[in-house]
């Protein structure tokens, strides 16, 4: 599926299409909700053509803030019979619009910072209004979602990497009882072999409706939620957005002494998510204490957060000469590792990006190898929700919001 014409035009146009007047789906049909980390990404895609455009989108997608500051994963601003689990399954009508319980990583605020900057009058405008709602979320984050500064996924749906192996040992110990009989929507649309397994969606809609046994009353379901999982895309992703909400803060004037603390933390809670005996940023279940195991791309954003790794960067060289396209969603080595389901596998363009533009940012060669490598596996299989590593094949779903915004904002640039 090669890429004929102005790229550049091609991935304009895609975000013009998933435009739903005002937020962006990821791609039609098989996701025709606001994502929320889909969503900031495409803030950032429009910025690059429609500074307005790119702010609305940010502010659409924290008009389903709830109360408590939670931003949902899912907000579903119209009904779709293309999905499931819809809003009637959630029972999450906490907050003014109908969406999901859980969050998803938090990518507004760097990605608030990246559109601020391209415009800092227009900027300062929207943020007035805009800031203390990020902020907001961020706390919310502290307060639910941090075990010694590291922070802590309640569903596999949160942490934007769904069945990646990291959750294998504590999903199967979760035994889904009083499950409703469900029809999977997405298996007709993408190949089986490309999406989670059934044993997977069972929990998944499991944890679902413990959330919504208990209203998703977070105290209540400290208790009852048996999935806690430390692990490094949050950490990083909450870490890197909390020293953007510094800077943006600072430039409005605000006093940011908490999140200079909350930064600390957290980079202190690496440790907790550091596995001395691999040498990696590994998952770690919060109440066994032990490690998953899996190097996965998420143990790759380091650098996405400001903080450096040398053996992370001897782990990213190796991957280079196994992996031609990227960094695999899993291990290539690893005995779990499969080319096209997912997260157990496949490159995903939105998660070297993250990871090359930290590495950039901090000054290291590899980003720009990444680069190079993620154009050309979009110029070779196109605006694929995400790509087999090893040979670039495209999988998962087309015409794909966020990988067209990668090729716009940093894929594409010379």
């Not at 007047?21 to 039609?28: Q, S, V």
């Not at 009882?177 to 999406?195: A, C, N, Q, W």
């Not at 870490?239 to 800077?247: E, G």
């Not at 803060?249 to 940011?256: A, N, V, Y």
Request: charged share 25%.
């Amino acid at each position: 599926m090669a890429l004929n014409g102005d790229t550049n035009q091609l991935a304009r146009d895609i975000l013009v299409a998933n435009d739903q007047g005002g937020y962006t789906i990821p791609t039609k049909g098989l996701y025709p909700h606001q994502w929320n980390w889909d969503s900031a990404m495409a803030a950032l895609g429009f910025a690059e053509f429609d500074l307005h455009r790119a702010w609305l989108e940010l502010e659409t997608l924290f008009s389903g803030q709830w109360p408590n500051g939670m931003v949902p994963h899912i907000i579903f601003h119209k009904p779709s019979d293309d999905y499931f689990p819809g809003p009637d399954v959630w029972g999450g009508d906490h907050g003014p619009i109908p969406s999901s319980g859980i969050s998803q990583p938090p990518l507004a605020a760097t990605m608030a910072r990246y559109i601020h900057a391209k415009d800092p009058v227009l900027g300062q405008q929207k943020l007035a209004k805009l800031y203390p709602k990020m902020l907001a979320w961020h706390k919310w984050f502290i307060a639910n979602r941090c075990h010694e500064g590291a922070i802590f996924t309640t569903h596999p749906w949160e942490s934007g990497r769904d069945n990646a192996p990291d959750w294998d040992t504590l999903m199967t110990s979760i035994e889904p009882v009083g499950l409703l009989p469900y029809t999977r929507k997405d298996i007709s649309m993408v190949e089986s072999s490309m999406r989670p397994h059934n044993f997977d969606y069972d929990r998944y809609l499991y944890l679902v409706s413990l959330g919504k046994k208990y209203a998703w009353n977070e105290t209540e379901l400290r208790k009852a939620n048996p999935f806690r999982i430390a692990e490094p895309g949050l950490t990083f992703t909450t870490l890197r957005a909390a020293k953007d909400l510094r800077h943006l803060g600072e430039s409005l004037g605000h006093e940011t002494s908490e999140l200079d603390k909350d930064i600390h933390s957290m980079v202190e809670g690496l440790d907790f998510i550091w596995n001395k005996d691999k040498g990696y940023f590994d998952a770690r279940n919060t109440e066994s204490q032990v490690f998953s195991g899996s190097l996965t791309n998420a143990s790759f954003l380091n650098w996405y957060a400001g903080y450096h790794s040398e053996e992370m960067l001897l782990k990213l060289r190796e991957q280079f000469t196994t992996v031609s396209y990227g960094v695999a969603s899993h291990d290539p080595n690893s005995t779990k590792f499969d080319r096209e389901r997912y997260w157990r596998g496949p490159t995903w363009a939105i998660v070297n990006f993250l990871i090359g533009k930290g590495l950039e940012d901090m000054g290291y060669s590899e980003g720009f190898e990444l680069r190079e490598r993620t154009r050309e596996m979009i110029l070779k299989g196109g605006f694929s929700e995400y790509f087999d590593p090893i040979t670039g094949e495209p999988k998962g779903g087309h015409s794909f919001t966020w990988t067209a915004v990668v090729w716009l904002v940093w894929a594409g640039k010379d």
